[in-house]
Protein backbone atom coordinates (compact mmCIF):
# COMPACT_ATOMS: atom_id res chain seq x y z
CA UNK A 1 0.00 0.00 0.00
CA UNK A 2 1.38 3.72 -1.03
CA UNK A 3 0.71 6.80 0.57
CA UNK A 4 1.33 10.29 -0.35
CA UNK A 5 4.09 11.96 1.45
CA UNK A 6 1.52 15.28 2.50
CA UNK A 7 -1.36 12.31 3.71
CA UNK A 8 1.10 10.72 6.17
CA UNK A 9 2.44 14.03 6.85
CA UNK A 10 -1.58 15.10 7.96
CA UNK A 11 -1.97 12.65 10.12
CA UNK A 12 1.19 12.30 12.10
CA UNK A 13 0.45 16.48 12.37
CA UNK A 14 -3.06 15.93 13.68
CA UNK A 15 -1.68 13.14 16.16
CA UNK A 16 1.16 15.52 17.50
CA UNK A 17 -1.34 18.50 17.81
CA UNK A 18 -3.86 15.84 20.21
CA UNK A 19 -1.17 15.53 21.91
CA UNK A 20 -0.60 18.93 22.59
CA UNK A 21 2.18 19.71 20.46
CA UNK A 22 2.71 23.79 19.64
CA UNK A 23 1.74 24.59 15.91
CA UNK A 24 5.34 24.83 15.10
CA UNK A 25 6.88 21.56 16.75
CA UNK A 26 3.75 19.59 15.35
CA UNK A 27 4.71 20.89 11.90
CA UNK A 28 8.62 20.38 12.30
CA UNK A 29 7.36 16.48 13.94
CA UNK A 30 5.42 15.82 11.16
CA UNK A 31 7.58 16.95 8.65
CA UNK A 32 10.43 14.86 9.81
CA UNK A 33 8.85 11.49 10.34
CA UNK A 34 7.09 12.23 6.41
CA UNK A 35 10.49 12.82 5.40
CA UNK A 36 12.09 9.82 6.83
CA UNK A 37 9.62 7.41 5.08
CA UNK A 38 9.66 9.52 1.83
CA UNK A 39 13.82 9.03 1.97
CA UNK A 40 13.55 5.24 2.34
CA UNK A 41 14.30 5.31 6.38
CA UNK A 42 11.20 3.76 6.96
CA UNK A 43 12.36 2.47 10.69
CA UNK A 44 12.42 5.81 11.96
CA UNK A 45 9.51 7.72 10.01
CA UNK A 46 6.16 5.64 10.15
CA UNK A 47 7.24 2.47 11.88
CA UNK A 48 8.92 4.70 15.00
CA UNK A 49 6.26 7.18 15.08
CA UNK A 50 3.97 4.79 17.54
CA UNK A 51 7.00 4.61 19.55
CA UNK A 52 8.05 8.09 19.33
CA UNK A 53 3.73 8.93 20.62
CA UNK A 54 4.04 6.23 23.63
CA UNK A 55 7.44 8.20 25.11
CA UNK A 56 5.29 11.44 24.33
CA UNK A 57 2.51 9.84 26.85
CA UNK A 58 4.72 8.45 29.26
CA UNK A 59 6.36 11.67 29.67
CA UNK A 60 10.07 10.59 28.87
CA UNK A 61 9.97 13.45 26.43
CA UNK A 62 9.19 16.58 27.43
CA UNK A 63 7.20 18.52 24.14
CA UNK A 64 7.00 21.81 26.34
CA UNK A 65 11.06 22.21 27.17
CA UNK A 66 13.02 24.47 24.94
CA UNK A 67 16.82 24.07 24.51
CA UNK A 68 18.72 26.70 26.54
CA UNK A 69 22.15 27.83 25.88
CA UNK A 70 24.36 27.00 28.84
CA UNK A 71 27.84 28.71 27.98
CA UNK A 72 30.73 29.12 24.99
CA UNK A 73 33.75 27.69 25.41
CA UNK A 74 35.60 30.17 22.70
CA UNK A 75 33.41 29.21 19.61
CA UNK A 76 31.72 26.44 20.62
CA UNK A 77 28.64 26.56 22.09
CA UNK A 78 26.84 24.36 24.63
CA UNK A 79 23.23 23.74 25.05
CA UNK A 80 20.75 21.68 27.42
CA UNK A 81 18.04 20.19 25.92
CA UNK A 82 16.09 19.96 28.66
CA UNK A 83 14.85 16.18 28.10
CA UNK A 84 12.60 18.07 24.94
CA UNK A 85 11.98 16.29 21.73
CA UNK A 86 14.73 15.05 19.63
CA UNK A 87 14.32 16.31 16.35
CA UNK A 88 13.26 19.82 17.43
CA UNK A 89 16.53 20.20 19.33
CA UNK A 90 18.57 18.76 16.59
CA UNK A 91 16.92 20.60 14.33
CA UNK A 92 17.63 24.25 16.12
CA UNK A 93 21.09 22.58 17.19
CA UNK A 94 21.95 22.57 13.52
CA UNK A 95 20.45 25.45 12.49
CA UNK A 96 22.08 27.41 15.10
CA UNK A 97 25.77 25.46 13.97
CA UNK A 98 24.79 26.71 10.11
CA UNK A 99 24.78 29.99 11.00
CA UNK A 100 27.80 30.09 13.17
CA UNK A 101 29.60 28.96 10.48
CA UNK A 102 28.19 31.33 7.92
CA UNK A 103 29.81 34.00 10.15
CA UNK A 104 33.05 32.60 11.37
CA UNK A 105 33.33 29.66 8.45
CA UNK A 106 32.45 27.40 11.15
CA UNK A 107 30.32 26.09 13.50
CA UNK A 108 29.81 24.07 16.66
CA UNK A 109 27.30 23.50 18.72
CA UNK A 110 27.17 20.80 21.56
CA UNK A 111 23.83 19.58 23.23
CA UNK A 112 23.21 17.44 26.44
CA UNK A 113 20.53 16.02 27.69
CA UNK A 114 18.47 15.57 24.58
CA UNK A 115 16.38 12.67 23.15
CA UNK A 116 16.64 10.25 19.83
CA UNK A 117 16.98 12.98 16.98
CA UNK A 118 15.52 9.94 14.93
CA UNK A 119 17.22 9.57 11.46
CA UNK A 120 20.57 11.51 11.84
CA UNK A 121 20.70 12.06 7.97
CA UNK A 122 18.48 14.85 8.54
CA UNK A 123 20.39 17.00 10.09
CA UNK A 124 22.65 16.48 7.35
CA UNK A 125 20.59 17.13 4.74
CA UNK A 126 19.52 19.54 6.68
CA UNK A 127 23.35 21.29 6.82
CA UNK A 128 23.78 20.62 2.85
CA UNK A 129 20.71 22.49 1.86
CA UNK A 130 22.15 25.34 3.82
CA UNK A 131 24.57 25.61 1.76
CA UNK A 132 27.49 24.20 4.55
CA UNK A 133 28.93 20.88 5.37
CA UNK A 134 27.77 19.52 8.71
CA UNK A 135 29.06 16.97 10.47
CA UNK A 136 27.16 15.33 13.92
CA UNK A 137 26.91 12.50 15.88
CA UNK A 138 24.71 11.64 18.58
CA UNK A 139 25.72 8.70 21.61
CA UNK A 140 22.81 6.15 22.42
CA UNK A 141 22.25 3.45 25.12
CA UNK A 142 24.48 0.53 25.35
CA UNK A 143 23.14 -1.56 22.53
CA UNK A 144 27.37 -2.97 21.49
CA UNK A 145 29.68 -5.12 22.97
CA UNK A 146 32.90 -3.18 23.04
CA UNK A 147 35.47 -5.73 20.98
CA UNK A 148 37.14 -8.31 23.53
CA UNK A 149 33.56 -8.25 25.11
CA UNK A 150 30.07 -10.17 25.39
CA UNK A 151 28.00 -7.42 27.13
CA UNK A 152 27.00 -4.08 25.57
CA UNK A 153 28.52 -1.35 26.56
CA UNK A 154 29.04 1.14 23.80
CA UNK A 155 25.90 2.81 21.88
CA UNK A 156 26.00 2.10 18.14
CA UNK A 157 26.12 6.24 17.79
CA UNK A 158 25.57 7.28 14.59
CA UNK A 159 27.74 9.51 12.54
CA UNK A 160 26.52 11.68 9.89
CA UNK A 161 28.51 13.56 7.34
CA UNK A 162 27.22 16.15 4.56
CA UNK A 163 28.40 18.18 1.83
CA UNK A 164 26.22 20.05 -0.44
CA UNK A 165 26.08 19.62 -3.86
CA UNK A 166 23.55 21.28 -6.90
CA UNK A 167 22.79 17.59 -8.57
CA UNK A 168 22.02 15.88 -4.80
CA UNK A 169 23.97 16.68 -2.03
CA UNK A 170 26.78 13.89 -0.47
CA UNK A 171 25.06 12.25 2.60
CA UNK A 172 26.53 9.48 4.76
CA UNK A 173 24.24 8.61 7.77
CA UNK A 174 26.20 5.18 9.46
CA UNK A 175 25.87 3.82 12.72
CA UNK A 176 28.59 2.10 14.07
CA UNK A 177 27.14 -1.39 14.16
CA UNK A 178 27.68 -3.30 11.02
CA UNK A 179 23.85 -2.41 10.93
CA UNK A 180 21.90 0.33 12.43
CA UNK A 181 18.82 -0.63 14.73
CA UNK A 182 16.58 0.90 12.04
CA UNK A 183 17.75 -1.64 9.77
CA UNK A 184 16.96 -4.60 12.11
CA UNK A 185 13.78 -3.68 12.59
CA UNK A 186 13.34 -3.30 9.04
CA UNK A 187 14.26 -6.68 8.11
CA UNK A 188 13.04 -8.17 10.45
CA UNK A 189 9.32 -6.56 9.67
CA UNK A 190 10.03 -8.06 5.84
CA UNK A 191 10.72 -11.65 7.40
CA UNK A 192 14.36 -11.49 6.22
CA UNK A 193 17.74 -12.39 7.24
CA UNK A 194 20.40 -9.87 7.16
CA UNK A 195 22.85 -10.41 3.88
CA UNK A 196 25.94 -10.34 6.46
CA UNK A 197 26.65 -11.27 9.96
CA UNK A 198 24.89 -8.36 12.31
CA UNK A 199 25.60 -9.56 15.73
CA UNK A 200 25.54 -12.15 18.43
CA UNK A 201 22.32 -13.88 19.60
CA UNK A 202 21.86 -14.00 22.99
CA UNK A 203 23.86 -17.43 23.09
CA UNK A 204 26.90 -15.25 21.80
CA UNK A 205 26.58 -16.94 17.89
CA UNK A 206 27.01 -14.58 15.13
CA UNK A 207 23.99 -14.47 13.62
CA UNK A 208 22.27 -13.06 10.48
CA UNK A 209 18.49 -12.86 12.69
CA UNK A 210 18.04 -9.57 13.15
CA UNK A 211 15.25 -10.15 15.71
CA UNK A 212 17.68 -12.01 17.64
CA UNK A 213 20.16 -9.44 17.84
CA UNK A 214 17.38 -6.59 19.19
CA UNK A 215 16.68 -8.73 21.84
CA UNK A 216 20.33 -9.47 22.94
CA UNK A 217 21.60 -5.68 22.24
CA UNK A 218 24.65 -7.57 20.86
CA UNK A 219 25.49 -6.00 17.18
CA UNK A 220 28.49 -6.80 15.81
CA UNK A 221 30.93 -3.71 15.52
CA UNK A 222 31.54 -1.96 11.92
CA UNK A 223 35.25 -3.36 11.32
CA UNK A 224 35.85 -5.26 14.35
CA UNK A 225 37.84 -3.33 16.95
CA UNK A 226 38.06 -0.09 14.55
CA UNK A 227 34.29 0.42 14.72
CA UNK A 228 34.21 -0.85 18.67
CA UNK A 229 37.02 2.07 18.95
CA UNK A 230 35.38 4.81 16.79
CA UNK A 231 31.86 4.43 18.79
CA UNK A 232 33.61 4.81 21.91
CA UNK A 233 35.98 7.79 21.04
CA UNK A 234 32.41 9.45 19.56
CA UNK A 235 31.36 9.02 22.98
CA UNK A 236 34.05 10.50 25.09
CA UNK A 237 33.96 13.29 22.74
CA UNK A 238 30.63 14.20 23.30
CA UNK A 239 30.86 13.28 27.18
CA UNK A 240 34.51 15.47 27.38
CA UNK A 241 32.79 18.66 25.51
CA UNK A 242 29.22 18.65 27.06
CA UNK A 243 29.80 17.27 30.35
CA UNK A 244 26.16 15.30 29.44
CA UNK A 245 25.79 11.58 29.94
CA UNK A 246 27.76 9.46 28.36
CA UNK A 247 26.82 5.76 26.93
CA UNK A 248 27.34 4.96 30.59
CA UNK A 249 25.43 7.52 31.80
CA UNK A 250 22.62 6.88 29.83
CA UNK A 251 22.72 2.65 30.74
CA UNK A 252 21.05 0.10 29.08
CA UNK A 253 18.66 -1.19 31.13
CA UNK A 254 16.20 2.05 31.31
CA UNK A 255 14.91 3.38 28.12
CA UNK A 256 17.29 6.20 26.43
CA UNK A 257 16.63 9.15 27.80
CA UNK A 258 19.09 12.44 27.64
CA UNK A 259 21.38 11.64 24.95
CA UNK A 260 24.11 14.11 24.19
CA UNK A 261 25.21 15.42 20.36
CA UNK A 262 27.36 17.33 18.60
CA UNK A 263 26.66 19.31 15.27
CA UNK A 264 29.35 21.04 13.24
CA UNK A 265 28.96 23.25 10.25
CA UNK A 266 31.88 24.47 7.81
CA UNK A 267 30.97 27.00 5.38
CA UNK A 268 33.14 28.62 2.23
CA UNK A 269 31.93 30.17 -0.87
CA UNK A 270 34.18 28.10 -3.04
CA UNK A 271 33.77 23.83 -2.20
CA UNK A 272 35.41 22.88 -5.08
CA UNK A 273 32.99 21.61 -6.85
CA UNK A 274 34.70 20.85 -10.16
CA UNK A 275 37.43 18.63 -7.94
CA UNK A 276 34.42 16.63 -5.74
CA UNK A 277 32.51 15.97 -9.36
CA UNK A 278 35.93 14.06 -10.32
CA UNK A 279 35.65 12.11 -7.24
CA UNK A 280 32.69 11.03 -8.03
CA UNK A 281 33.33 9.91 -11.67
CA UNK A 282 36.64 7.69 -10.51
CA UNK A 283 35.18 6.00 -8.04
CA UNK A 284 32.07 4.99 -10.26
CA UNK A 285 34.87 3.78 -13.07
CA UNK A 286 35.61 1.18 -10.66
CA UNK A 287 34.67 -1.62 -12.78
CA UNK A 288 31.77 -3.47 -10.86
CA UNK A 289 31.71 -6.88 -8.82
CA UNK A 290 28.16 -7.76 -10.49
CA UNK A 291 28.24 -7.98 -14.06
CA UNK A 292 26.01 -4.49 -14.56
CA UNK A 293 26.45 -3.62 -11.08
CA UNK A 294 26.59 0.33 -10.01
CA UNK A 295 28.60 2.24 -7.82
CA UNK A 296 26.86 4.41 -5.52
CA UNK A 297 28.16 7.69 -3.46
CA UNK A 298 26.39 7.96 -0.17
CA UNK A 299 23.01 10.02 -0.42
CA UNK A 300 22.39 8.80 -4.57
CA UNK A 301 19.88 6.13 -3.31
CA UNK A 302 18.28 7.99 -0.73
CA UNK A 303 17.82 11.20 -3.18
CA UNK A 304 16.48 8.25 -5.88
CA UNK A 305 14.11 6.68 -3.24
CA UNK A 306 12.78 10.08 -2.49
CA UNK A 307 12.00 10.87 -6.17
CA UNK A 308 10.68 7.47 -6.19
CA UNK A 309 8.13 8.19 -3.52
CA UNK A 310 7.39 11.26 -4.34
CA UNK A 311 5.84 10.24 -7.73
CA UNK A 312 4.54 7.20 -6.63
CA UNK A 313 4.00 7.50 -2.61
CA UNK A 314 5.40 5.93 0.03
CA UNK A 315 5.19 2.30 1.09
CA UNK A 316 3.71 1.72 4.20
CA UNK A 317 3.58 -1.37 6.63
CA UNK A 318 -0.32 -1.41 6.54
CA UNK A 319 -0.20 -2.52 10.10
CA UNK A 320 1.09 0.60 11.66
CA UNK A 321 -0.48 2.90 9.57
CA UNK A 322 -4.15 1.76 10.59
CA UNK A 323 -2.85 2.19 13.84
CA UNK A 324 -1.32 5.80 13.48
CA UNK A 325 -4.85 6.31 11.59
CA UNK A 326 -7.08 5.30 14.87
CA UNK A 327 -4.88 7.27 17.01
CA UNK B 1 67.60 -7.76 18.46
CA UNK B 2 66.46 -4.80 20.63
CA UNK B 3 67.56 -1.10 20.37
CA UNK B 4 67.33 1.89 22.51
CA UNK B 5 65.44 4.52 21.28
CA UNK B 6 68.44 6.94 21.48
CA UNK B 7 70.18 4.59 19.36
CA UNK B 8 67.45 4.32 16.73
CA UNK B 9 66.92 8.45 16.68
CA UNK B 10 70.27 8.77 16.65
CA UNK B 11 71.00 6.53 13.61
CA UNK B 12 67.58 8.51 11.72
CA UNK B 13 69.33 11.55 12.16
CA UNK B 14 72.68 10.75 10.86
CA UNK B 15 71.27 9.65 8.09
CA UNK B 16 68.75 12.71 7.74
CA UNK B 17 71.71 15.35 8.34
CA UNK B 18 73.66 13.61 4.97
CA UNK B 19 70.98 14.34 3.13
CA UNK B 20 71.04 17.88 3.89
CA UNK B 21 68.03 18.17 6.41
CA UNK B 22 68.47 20.99 8.23
CA UNK B 23 68.86 20.13 12.02
CA UNK B 24 65.40 21.18 13.34
CA UNK B 25 64.24 18.76 10.26
CA UNK B 26 66.46 16.13 11.49
CA UNK B 27 66.01 16.20 14.73
CA UNK B 28 62.08 15.84 13.98
CA UNK B 29 61.97 13.34 11.72
CA UNK B 30 64.59 10.90 13.30
CA UNK B 31 62.45 11.26 16.35
CA UNK B 32 58.87 10.46 15.16
CA UNK B 33 60.46 7.88 13.00
CA UNK B 34 61.68 6.28 16.66
CA UNK B 35 58.81 6.93 18.36
CA UNK B 36 56.69 5.55 15.83
CA UNK B 37 58.68 1.86 16.34
CA UNK B 38 59.09 3.02 19.77
CA UNK B 39 55.18 2.52 20.37
CA UNK B 40 54.84 -0.48 17.90
CA UNK B 41 54.06 0.82 14.82
CA UNK B 42 56.89 -0.63 13.36
CA UNK B 43 55.52 -0.15 9.75
CA UNK B 44 56.21 3.34 9.90
CA UNK B 45 59.29 3.53 12.45
CA UNK B 46 62.34 1.73 11.26
CA UNK B 47 60.58 -0.76 8.70
CA UNK B 48 59.36 2.38 6.86
CA UNK B 49 62.90 4.81 6.79
CA UNK B 50 64.61 3.18 4.02
CA UNK B 51 61.40 4.01 1.58
CA UNK B 52 61.23 7.33 3.28
CA UNK B 53 65.09 7.99 2.03
CA UNK B 54 64.45 6.81 -1.22
CA UNK B 55 61.69 9.27 -1.60
CA UNK B 56 64.07 11.67 -0.54
CA UNK B 57 66.65 11.34 -2.73
CA UNK B 58 64.36 10.91 -5.72
CA UNK B 59 63.48 13.99 -5.03
CA UNK B 60 59.71 13.33 -4.46
CA UNK B 61 59.52 14.76 -1.59
CA UNK B 62 61.10 18.69 -1.35
CA UNK B 63 63.17 18.80 1.97
CA UNK B 64 63.44 22.14 1.62
CA UNK B 65 60.15 23.54 1.00
CA UNK B 66 57.95 24.69 4.11
CA UNK B 67 54.53 24.98 4.64
CA UNK B 68 52.37 28.12 2.98
CA UNK B 69 49.78 29.86 4.60
CA UNK B 70 47.24 30.46 1.61
CA UNK B 71 44.13 31.60 3.03
CA UNK B 72 41.57 32.13 5.74
CA UNK B 73 37.87 31.07 5.36
CA UNK B 74 36.40 32.78 9.01
CA UNK B 75 38.34 30.61 11.05
CA UNK B 76 39.59 28.04 8.84
CA UNK B 77 43.20 28.25 7.93
CA UNK B 78 44.29 26.83 4.32
CA UNK B 79 48.08 25.66 3.97
CA UNK B 80 49.64 24.81 1.07
CA UNK B 81 52.46 21.74 1.98
CA UNK B 82 54.86 22.64 -0.62
CA UNK B 83 55.58 18.99 -1.52
CA UNK B 84 57.70 18.96 1.67
CA UNK B 85 58.52 16.67 3.93
CA UNK B 86 55.42 15.01 5.52
CA UNK B 87 56.14 14.61 8.92
CA UNK B 88 57.71 18.38 9.17
CA UNK B 89 54.36 19.54 7.38
CA UNK B 90 52.05 17.90 9.49
CA UNK B 91 53.87 18.73 12.58
CA UNK B 92 53.38 22.44 11.99
CA UNK B 93 50.03 22.15 11.13
CA UNK B 94 48.90 20.05 13.93
CA UNK B 95 50.96 22.94 16.57
CA UNK B 96 48.99 25.87 14.41
CA UNK B 97 45.93 24.24 14.89
CA UNK B 98 46.61 23.92 19.09
CA UNK B 99 47.54 27.24 19.15
CA UNK B 100 44.00 28.44 17.74
CA UNK B 101 41.99 26.06 19.28
CA UNK B 102 43.53 27.58 22.76
CA UNK B 103 42.93 30.64 21.62
CA UNK B 104 39.37 30.29 20.28
CA UNK B 105 38.61 26.83 21.88
CA UNK B 106 38.48 25.68 18.19
CA UNK B 107 41.38 25.59 16.04
CA UNK B 108 41.29 24.14 11.94
CA UNK B 109 43.94 24.05 9.52
CA UNK B 110 43.67 22.17 5.83
CA UNK B 111 46.64 21.66 4.08
CA UNK B 112 47.48 20.23 0.85
CA UNK B 113 49.76 19.42 -1.40
CA UNK B 114 51.60 17.56 1.94
CA UNK B 115 53.09 14.16 1.36
CA UNK B 116 52.88 11.14 3.40
CA UNK B 117 52.99 11.96 7.52
CA UNK B 118 53.98 8.26 8.08
CA UNK B 119 51.81 7.47 11.25
CA UNK B 120 48.72 9.59 11.70
CA UNK B 121 48.40 8.87 15.43
CA UNK B 122 51.59 10.79 15.83
CA UNK B 123 49.63 14.14 15.37
CA UNK B 124 47.01 12.68 17.54
CA UNK B 125 49.15 12.27 20.55
CA UNK B 126 50.88 15.77 19.89
CA UNK B 127 47.03 17.38 20.21
CA UNK B 128 46.40 15.77 23.55
CA UNK B 129 50.23 16.73 25.14
CA UNK B 130 49.01 20.14 24.52
CA UNK B 131 45.83 19.22 26.24
CA UNK B 132 43.65 19.13 23.29
CA UNK B 133 41.36 16.91 21.59
CA UNK B 134 42.66 16.71 18.27
CA UNK B 135 41.10 15.29 15.53
CA UNK B 136 42.95 14.71 11.92
CA UNK B 137 42.98 12.70 8.33
CA UNK B 138 44.58 12.80 5.53
CA UNK B 139 44.19 11.03 1.97
CA UNK B 140 46.41 8.65 0.35
CA UNK B 141 46.62 7.23 -3.01
CA UNK B 142 44.00 4.61 -4.65
CA UNK B 143 44.29 1.71 -2.57
CA UNK B 144 41.00 0.19 -1.66
CA UNK B 145 38.06 -0.50 -3.90
CA UNK B 146 34.67 1.32 -3.38
CA UNK B 147 31.90 -1.17 -2.32
CA UNK B 148 30.32 -2.99 -5.43
CA UNK B 149 33.65 -2.66 -7.46
CA UNK B 150 36.48 -4.51 -7.99
CA UNK B 151 39.18 -1.94 -8.85
CA UNK B 152 40.66 0.43 -6.43
CA UNK B 153 39.12 4.51 -6.63
CA UNK B 154 39.53 5.08 -2.50
CA UNK B 155 42.07 5.47 -0.11
CA UNK B 156 42.15 4.14 2.94
CA UNK B 157 42.44 7.79 4.41
CA UNK B 158 43.52 7.29 8.22
CA UNK B 159 41.16 8.94 10.56
CA UNK B 160 42.65 9.91 13.81
CA UNK B 161 41.00 11.14 17.28
CA UNK B 162 42.89 11.86 20.72
CA UNK B 163 41.14 13.16 23.85
CA UNK B 164 43.66 14.07 26.56
CA UNK B 165 43.65 12.24 29.82
CA UNK B 166 46.70 12.09 32.89
CA UNK B 167 46.85 8.91 33.29
CA UNK B 168 47.42 7.99 29.42
CA UNK B 169 45.48 9.49 26.23
CA UNK B 170 43.05 8.12 24.79
CA UNK B 171 44.19 7.93 21.16
CA UNK B 172 42.23 6.14 18.42
CA UNK B 173 44.13 5.65 15.09
CA UNK B 174 42.46 4.13 12.17
CA UNK B 175 42.47 3.50 8.49
CA UNK B 176 39.56 2.30 6.52
CA UNK B 177 40.47 -0.58 5.63
CA UNK B 178 40.10 -3.27 8.12
CA UNK B 179 44.04 -3.80 8.32
CA UNK B 180 46.57 -0.93 7.34
CA UNK B 181 48.91 -1.25 4.83
CA UNK B 182 51.81 -0.73 7.38
CA UNK B 183 49.74 -3.64 9.70
CA UNK B 184 49.84 -5.84 5.92
CA UNK B 185 53.52 -5.41 6.07
CA UNK B 186 53.95 -6.06 9.99
CA UNK B 187 52.54 -9.21 9.26
CA UNK B 188 53.72 -9.92 6.09
CA UNK B 189 57.73 -9.58 7.58
CA UNK B 190 56.23 -12.01 10.23
CA UNK B 191 55.59 -14.39 7.53
CA UNK B 192 52.32 -14.64 9.25
CA UNK B 193 48.24 -14.50 8.19
CA UNK B 194 45.94 -11.90 9.46
CA UNK B 195 43.31 -12.99 11.90
CA UNK B 196 40.07 -11.79 9.84
CA UNK B 197 39.69 -11.47 5.67
CA UNK B 198 41.49 -8.16 4.85
CA UNK B 199 41.01 -8.28 1.12
CA UNK B 200 41.52 -9.70 -2.13
CA UNK B 201 43.78 -10.77 -4.19
CA UNK B 202 44.58 -10.09 -7.90
CA UNK B 203 42.03 -13.03 -8.93
CA UNK B 204 39.17 -11.38 -6.94
CA UNK B 205 38.99 -13.92 -4.07
CA UNK B 206 38.84 -13.02 -0.29
CA UNK B 207 41.92 -13.93 1.29
CA UNK B 208 43.81 -13.36 4.68
CA UNK B 209 46.87 -13.26 2.73
CA UNK B 210 49.01 -9.63 3.38
CA UNK B 211 51.60 -9.87 0.20
CA UNK B 212 48.35 -10.71 -1.87
CA UNK B 213 46.70 -7.35 -0.87
CA UNK B 214 49.66 -4.83 -1.42
CA UNK B 215 49.84 -6.80 -4.68
CA UNK B 216 46.33 -6.51 -5.77
CA UNK B 217 45.47 -2.83 -3.71
CA UNK B 218 42.16 -4.24 -3.06
CA UNK B 219 41.75 -3.55 0.64
CA UNK B 220 38.64 -4.67 2.53
CA UNK B 221 36.54 -1.37 3.60
CA UNK B 222 35.99 -1.75 7.71
CA UNK B 223 31.85 -2.59 7.58
CA UNK B 224 32.09 -3.17 3.93
CA UNK B 225 29.88 -0.23 2.50
CA UNK B 226 30.03 1.90 5.64
CA UNK B 227 34.11 2.29 5.59
CA UNK B 228 33.49 2.54 1.52
CA UNK B 229 31.33 5.61 2.18
CA UNK B 230 33.48 6.72 5.16
CA UNK B 231 36.49 6.92 3.05
CA UNK B 232 34.71 8.67 0.16
CA UNK B 233 32.95 11.05 2.69
CA UNK B 234 36.78 11.98 4.44
CA UNK B 235 38.38 12.83 0.91
CA UNK B 236 35.62 14.78 -0.28
CA UNK B 237 35.78 16.68 2.80
CA UNK B 238 39.60 17.47 2.10
CA UNK B 239 39.21 18.02 -1.18
CA UNK B 240 36.08 20.60 -0.77
CA UNK B 241 38.25 22.45 2.25
CA UNK B 242 41.40 22.97 0.80
CA UNK B 243 40.93 22.53 -3.53
CA UNK B 244 44.10 20.07 -3.15
CA UNK B 245 44.20 16.50 -4.65
CA UNK B 246 41.69 14.16 -4.43
CA UNK B 247 42.84 10.30 -4.36
CA UNK B 248 42.00 10.53 -8.03
CA UNK B 249 44.09 13.45 -8.22
CA UNK B 250 46.56 11.49 -6.44
CA UNK B 251 45.60 8.21 -8.57
CA UNK B 252 46.54 5.11 -8.23
CA UNK B 253 49.31 4.66 -10.64
CA UNK B 254 52.06 6.65 -9.39
CA UNK B 255 54.08 7.14 -6.64
CA UNK B 256 51.98 8.62 -3.62
CA UNK B 257 52.26 12.46 -3.73
CA UNK B 258 50.76 15.97 -3.25
CA UNK B 259 48.01 14.74 -0.20
CA UNK B 260 45.82 16.62 1.28
CA UNK B 261 44.91 16.24 5.38
CA UNK B 262 43.18 17.93 8.25
CA UNK B 263 43.71 18.87 11.70
CA UNK B 264 40.83 20.03 14.53
CA UNK B 265 41.18 20.59 17.64
CA UNK B 266 39.18 21.82 20.61
CA UNK B 267 40.54 23.02 24.22
CA UNK B 268 38.46 24.01 26.85
CA UNK B 269 39.47 23.68 30.61
CA UNK B 270 37.30 21.41 31.80
CA UNK B 271 37.30 18.26 29.82
CA UNK B 272 34.72 16.40 32.72
CA UNK B 273 37.83 14.13 33.50
CA UNK B 274 35.36 12.12 35.94
CA UNK B 275 32.72 11.15 33.48
CA UNK B 276 35.54 9.85 31.11
CA UNK B 277 37.05 7.66 33.53
CA UNK B 278 33.38 6.49 34.22
CA UNK B 279 33.28 5.10 30.27
CA UNK B 280 36.47 3.72 30.84
CA UNK B 281 35.42 1.65 33.51
CA UNK B 282 32.14 1.10 32.06
CA UNK B 283 33.66 -0.41 29.14
CA UNK B 284 36.09 -2.40 30.62
CA UNK B 285 33.27 -3.70 32.72
CA UNK B 286 31.81 -6.38 30.06
CA UNK B 287 32.58 -9.62 30.46
CA UNK B 288 35.24 -10.73 28.26
CA UNK B 289 34.24 -12.96 25.33
CA UNK B 290 38.03 -15.15 26.30
CA UNK B 291 38.45 -16.00 29.87
CA UNK B 292 40.34 -13.75 31.12
CA UNK B 293 40.53 -11.52 28.45
CA UNK B 294 40.99 -7.96 28.53
CA UNK B 295 38.95 -4.84 27.12
CA UNK B 296 41.67 -2.32 25.63
CA UNK B 297 40.70 1.66 25.06
CA UNK B 298 41.77 2.92 22.14
CA UNK B 299 45.69 4.11 22.90
CA UNK B 300 45.92 2.06 26.30
CA UNK B 301 48.35 -0.66 24.05
CA UNK B 302 50.11 2.02 23.05
CA UNK B 303 51.01 3.42 26.23
CA UNK B 304 51.86 -0.12 27.21
CA UNK B 305 54.16 -1.14 24.37
CA UNK B 306 55.97 2.46 24.85
CA UNK B 307 56.79 1.51 28.39
CA UNK B 308 58.12 -1.75 27.58
CA UNK B 309 60.53 -0.68 24.57
CA UNK B 310 61.50 2.43 26.63
CA UNK B 311 62.24 -0.17 29.46
CA UNK B 312 63.89 -2.91 26.68
CA UNK B 313 64.87 -1.43 24.16
CA UNK B 314 62.53 -1.68 20.84
CA UNK B 315 62.46 -4.54 18.62
CA UNK B 316 64.41 -4.51 15.53
CA UNK B 317 63.89 -6.05 11.93
CA UNK B 318 67.77 -7.09 11.84
CA UNK B 319 67.95 -6.87 7.82
CA UNK B 320 66.27 -3.14 7.85
CA UNK B 321 68.67 -2.16 10.66
CA UNK B 322 71.66 -3.22 9.09
CA UNK B 323 70.64 -1.90 6.06
CA UNK B 324 70.09 1.90 7.88
CA UNK B 325 73.16 1.24 9.71
CA UNK B 326 74.98 0.86 6.48
CA UNK B 327 73.84 4.22 4.74
Known amino acids: M ?21 EEKAELCA ?120 EPRLGNNPLIIAVPRAEGHLVLDMAMSQFSYGKLQDTDLKGMELPEYGGYDVEGNLTRNPSAIIESRRALPIGYWKGSGLSFMLDVLLTAITGGRSTAGIGSTVRESGVSQFFL ?7 HHQLIEEIIQYTKSSAPVEPGGQILYPGENTLETRKENELHGISVNEKIWAEVLKM
Not at 4 to 19: D, H, M, N, S, Y
Not at 58 to 83: M, S, T
Not at 265 to 271: G, I, K, P, R, V
Open 2 to 22: KVPFETLKKEFKRVLLQLSFT
Open 31 to 150: HTFAANSRDGVYSHGLNRFPAFVNTVREKQVDIHAEPKFLEKNGLIEIWDGEFGIGIHNASLAMNRAIELAKANGIGCVAMRHTNHWMRGGTYGWQAADAGCIGICFTNTMANMPPWGGK
Open 265 to 271: CLYQSDM
